[in-house]
């Protein structure tokens, strides 16, 4: 298998940023923001018509569990509430999560693919059609806002060198001997992006990048083609994205499932409404008024 030089496949997901339930607040430890301290897994939140927490999950997590990606997200939740960043007022195991997953995920915020190239693989003969901001190339969709962070472009193309020693996680020396240095991204987003699904995440690292291809085939047609040469011989995923933006009009007939709204079932509302129920009597509240927001629960 061939890697860079962190020692991961030249081709896989970079990262993958949940949205939490935003039932799960009454139970989040809000001073606590450090989950790891090699930041592979990373909490933080933002107000916007309430409070809503987002858990980012990098590369070197998810390529732990790249035989089930689903296990990942699973297993970096249940790290919450191992490290106390979340309390429930009763113990939970991993095995709870991995099976209601979709409990505790409100969506799938953000997707990062990436494929790390040799730099002379990748050549450049248009720039006027890419923005270029330092030594990244950024696809056209990219924005600037004066009272807010941009908003980031579908496509990347960058030398991951000065970065890598930058973020002084690994040693120099396997930082310049690996040649995988130059990367392609695409970043699959709320603005960019209606597949971003746990149904979608299914299955094992190969399984995610096969369905996705399709549809990054016609990312790369709008944004890139005409742009950039890649030389993919040793990168059977990026080939495949190759050969269907070929087609001079692209189309999608993967088998990805489009986001729906996020509606709870009946026993997901039971659930957190018996979990609230029980840290109010854990806290001393009254028990007559804790049966009836049961019972009121249970027949609704």
């Known amino acids: 298998m061939l890697v860079n030089a962190e020692g991961l496949p030249i081709e896989g997901i970079d990262r ?58 699973a297993n970096s939740i249940y790290t919450l509430f191992e490290k106390g960043f979340i309390n429930f007022p009763y113990p939970i195991n991993y ?63 960058y030398n991951r060198t000065e970065k890598l020693i930058n973020y002084n996680q ?42 996705y291809i399709p549809y990054l085939a016609i990312l790369y047609y709008r944004f890139f083609k005409s742009s950039i040469i890649v030389n993919s011989k040793d990168h059977p995923y990026f080939t495949n994205i190759l050969l269907l933006s070929k087609n001079e009009i692209v189309r999608y007939r993967g088998s990805l499932e489009k986001i729906t709204t996020h509606k709870p079932s009946q026993n997901e509302i039971i659930f957190f409404s018996n979990l609230r129920n029980m840290q109010l009597l854990k806290s001393g509240y009254n028990l007559n008024i804790i049966l009836n927001n049961l019972l009121n629960t249970n027949k609704s």
């Open 16 to 73: 993958i940023e949940i949205t939490l339930n935003q039932e799960l607040n009454n139970f989040i430890n809000p001073q606590k923001r450090n989950v790891d301290p090699k930041h592979y897994l990373h909490l933080r939140s933002v107000y916007k018509y309430g409070t809503w927490w987002f858990l980012d999950i990098q590369a070197q997590y998810i390529y732990k569990y790249s035989y089930d990606i689903r296990a990942a997200i």
């Open 170 to 211: 690994i040693s120099h020396k396997d930082i310049f001997l690996n040649k995988y240095s130059q990367r392609i991204e695409f970043r699959l987003a709320k603005y960019n992006c209606p597949y971003r699904t746990l149904g979608n995440l299914i299955g094992s690292q190969h399984d995610i990048l096969t369905r």
């Open 95 to 157: 095995q709870f999560v991995y099976t209601f997953l979709d409990y505790f995920v409100y969506e799938v915020r953000e997707i990062e693919l990436y494929f790390d190239f040799e730099p002379e693989m990748i050549k450049v003969i248009n720039r006027d059609e890419l923005l270029k901001y330092g030594n990244t190339l950024y696809s056209v969709d990219r924005r600037l806002y004066k009272n807010k962070p941009p908003r980031k472009s579908i496509l990347e193309d």
